[in-house]
T-cell receptor, first 112, second 117 residues
Framework: KQEVTQIPAALSVPEGENLVLNCSFTDSAIYNLQWFRQDPGKGLTSLLLIQSSQREQTSGRLNASLDKSSGRSTLYIAASQPGDSATYLCAVRWNYGQNFVFGPGTRLSVLP | GAVVSQHPSRVICKSGTSVKIECRSLDFQATTMFWYRQFPKQSLMLMATSNEGSKATYEQGVEKDKFLINHASLTLSTLTVTSAHPEDSSFYIC?????????????FGSGTRLTVV
């Protein structure tokens, strides 16, 4: 069964800290993996997309890594800011499907 | 770019009425669109996959007679929640696949917050 899990469920950090969000998935036969941000009551903002052949992607203060063999991805946020407060979702698309399977998300609070 | 517009963003309706949500791809053609829903404090779950010109494929546990999906053109898919009940209150979001795009061809709408009172 295709499953995506995320740890921790919630995280609260002071401004300026570097932090890591974790995503795990069953079955390494993935097509790609995507990290999203969701603000309360809002839609999804795509942050980073990693293809199955890639090991990491970077955008500004964000870096996402992918280890297919262990079924893991991490999202690293450097120098966190209060504006980073949101729920971060990891979503996986497997080779044999078209849709994304979402993890439950990590709710991040960055305190000023 | 690839923009997906979803309307309405919020809707409140009375129990027993029907609500239509639209998902439009503004600058590309979408052969496939996906409808997800998210209950409070839960993750997004796929409801159905709609393909232009054919019937939608529903995930297990999703009532096809209650959640009517129409994908009559390459730029528009609609989800109609029929005879809505309070338990249908949720966040609904669509995703469109850009025809011919490789490898990244999925764009998400901004979502619709449905509240049934």
């Amino acid at each position: 069964k295709q499953e995506v899990t995320q740890i921790p469920a919630a995280l609260s950090v002071p401004e300026g800290e570097n932090l890591v969000l974790n995503c795990s998935f069953t079955d390494s036969a993935i097509y790609n993996l995507q990290w999203f941000r969701q603000d309360p009551g809002k839609g999804l903002t795509s942050l980073l997309l990693i293809q199955s052949s890639q090991r990491e992607q970077t955008s500004g203060r964000l870096n996402a890594s992918l280890d297919k063999s262990s079924g893991r991805s991490t999202l690293y946020i450097a120098a966190s800011q209060p504006g980073d407060s949101a729920t971060y979702l990891c979503a996986v698309r497997w080779n044999y499907g078209q849709n994304f399977v979402f993890g439950p998300g990590t709710r991040l609070s960055v305190l000023p | 770019g690839a923009v997906v517009s979803q309307h309405p963003s919020r809707v409140i309706c009375k129990s027993g009425t029907s609500v239509k949500i639209e998902c439009r791809s503004l600058d590309f053609q979408a052969t496939t669109m996906f409808w997800y829903r998210q209950f409070p404090k839960q993750s997004l779950m796929l409801m159905a996959t709609s393909n232009e010109g054919s019937k939608a494929t529903y995930e297990q546990g999703v009532e096809k007679d209650k959640f009517l999906i129409n994908h009559a053109s390459l730029t528009l898919s609609t989800l109609t929640v029929t005879s809505a009940h309070p338990e249908d209150s949720s966040f609904y979001i669509c995703s469109a696949r850009k025809q011919g795009a490789r490898p990244y061809g999925y764009t998400f709408g901004s979502g619709t917050r449905l509240t049934v009172v």
